[in-house]
């Protein structure tokens, strides 16, 4: 499976994209994630109409929406440009995700055996993915995101599930970033070996906590890229 398409299963978890709006939404957000658009880069209507041969409307509708999942700002008089990314922003997304990701994985005490199974195939992928050298950091991003998501929809609990999904296009670009180096991914993928083994010993909270850490890392080292960035 191809980067864009676990970005795109990723994207649609929650909800199969229908609308053209929320169509138009995901091309851009696929846009953005990649690099193609940059943060502080401006959207212009007129150009995304042409660009997808559509009228304003559904452009407007799916600048909305990627502004709801904090993407997009909505300047008055000014139009619709990129988020740069902030530490401020980090932190707060972040705070939120670590609760979630820790209820989530305590959730699985009542999962079946098909979700363990598929848990330790992806753990293994992962695994695999951290010890390849090289620019691997949006896709262990992307399946790291989409284990996340997996074990969200078997904890249990639907709206805990519904708002991890709603996080991830917000924080995707984050993980990104503190996943650019081979150590960050190799020490993920540790983290991630050590939640599954405490899961199968029926260890769901120790895991939980285990799972609480390693989206703080997350955060940690995102927030300390930025800062660096913002003092140079």
Request: net charge neutral.
């Given at each position: 499976?191809?980067?864009?398409?676990?970005?795109?299963?990723?994207?649609?978890?929650?909800?199969r994209?229908?609308?053209?709006?929320?169509?138009?939404?995901?091309?851009?957000?696929?846009?953005?994630?990649?690099?193609?658009?940059?943060?502080?880069e401006?959207?212009?209507?007129?150009?995304?109409?042409?660009?997808?041969?559509?009228?304003r409307?559904?452009?407007?509708?799916?600048?909305?929406?990627?502004e709801?999942?904090?993407?997009?700002?909505?300047?008055?008089?000014?139009?619709?440009?990129?988020?740069?990314?902030?530490?401020?922003?980090?932190?707060?997304?972040?705070?939120?995700?670590?609760?979630?990701?820790?209820?989530?994985?305590?959730?699985?005490?009542?999962?079946?055996?098909?979700?363990?199974?598929?848990?330790?195939?992806?753990?293994?992928?992962?695994?695999?993915?951290?010890?390849?050298?090289?620019?691997?950091?949006?896709?262990?991003?992307?399946?790291s995101?989409?284990?996340?998501?997996?074990?969200?929809?078997?904890?249990?609990?639907?709206?805990?599930?519904?708002?991890?999904?709603?996080?991830?296009?917000?924080?995707?670009?984050?993980?990104?970033?503190?996943?650019?180096?081979?150590?960050?991914?190799?020490?993920?993928?540790?983290?991630?070996?050590k939640?599954?083994?405490?899961?199968?010993?029926?260890?769901?909270?120790?895991?939980?906590?285990?799972?609480?850490?390693?989206?703080?890392?997350?955060?940690?080292?995102?927030?300390?890229?930025?800062?660096?960035?913002?003092?140079?």
């Amino acid at each position: 499976m191809s980067l864009s398409e676990q970005q795109g299963d990723m994207l649609r978890r929650e909800s199969r994209l229908r609308t053209l709006p929320e169509q138009i939404a995901e091309r851009l957000y696929e846009s953005i994630v990649s690099e193609r658009v940059q943060p502080g880069e401006r959207l212009r209507e007129d150009a995304l109409a042409t660009s997808f041969n559509v009228s304003r409307g559904p452009i407007r509708e799916a600048l909305r929406i990627l502004e709801n999942d904090g993407v997009i700002q909505m300047l008055p008089n000014r139009g619709a440009y990129v988020s740069k990314l902030s530490v401020a922003e980090v932190n707060s997304v972040f705070e939120v995700r670590i609760l979630l990701a820790g209820a989530m994985i305590r959730g699985l005490v009542n999962a079946d055996a098909a979700v363990f199974a598929d848990f330790e195939k992806r753990v293994q992928k992962l695994e695999a993915l951290a010890r390849e050298p090289g620019e691997q950091a949006s896709t262990y991003a992307a399946c790291s995101v989409d284990l996340s998501l997996t074990l969200a929809d078997s904890c249990g609990n639907p709206v805990l599930a519904q708002f991890m999904g709603s996080l991830a296009r917000r924080s995707w670009r984050y993980t990104k970033l503190s996943l650019r180096t081979i150590e960050r991914r190799q020490s993920s993928a540790q983290n991630w070996r050590k939640i599954y083994s405490f899961v199968m010993k029926g260890k769901f909270h120790e895991a939980g906590d285990i799972m609480e850490k390693l989206v703080n890392a997350t955060r940690v080292d995102a927030v300390n890229y930025l800062s660096e960035m913002e003092s140079a």
